[in-house]
């Protein structure tokens, strides 16, 4: 995904976000070394290995929801989810030695919902479903 938004750097989900204030975000799978891990998607092969693409008003209290989603099921929608799969599927014993990282684009508030909605619809067009953990394409309504 080429946005010409400024992303950080990938960080692992345990690492602090040094970002209190709004941002979209996208987070992956990687194998342990930091190299994602390529998600099969409707339209090819996604190589970034998003898992989902999102909006918050705190990029650091997004990533303490997300992590405390991934180790107890409660905080993140997404992390939640992740959390069922990771207890209830083959999904541990398919990826070992995942990990989960995270990137984000500080944005001004009033540019997130538009942000988001842009960045999820791009990641449609060229994959033919969105991420994996995000729960649906916004605004179906035909203004892609």
């Known amino acids: 995904m080429g946005e010409k938004y400024n992303w950080s750097a990938w960080r692992r989900i345990t690492q602090e976000a040094n ?3 709004p941002a979209i975000y996208r987070i992956r799978l990687c194998d342990d070394s930091g190299n994602p891990i390529s998600i099969q998607r409707f339209f090819g092969s996604d190589d970034d290995g998003l898992l989902c693409i999102g909006k918050t ?3 650091e209290r997004r990533r303490k ?3 405390r989603g991934l180790e107890k099921g409660v905080g993140h929608s997404e992390a939640n989810f992740l959390h069922i799969l990771e207890k209830h599927t083959s999904l541990l014993a398919k990826y070992r030695t995942r990990q989960y990282e995270y990137s984000y684009c500080r944005v001004r508030e009033s540019e997130l919902d538009a942000l988001e909605e842009k960045s999820i619809k791009k990641y449609v067009k ?3 479903e969105p991420p994996p953990l995000n729960s649906n394409i916004p605004s ?3 203004r892609w």
Do not use: A
């Open 65 to 67: 929801n997300f992590k």
């Open 126 to 128: 060229e994959f033919g």
């Open 57 to 59: 008003t705190n990029m």
């Open 19 to 21: 970002c209190n204030g």
């Open 140 to 142: 179906r309504d035909g």
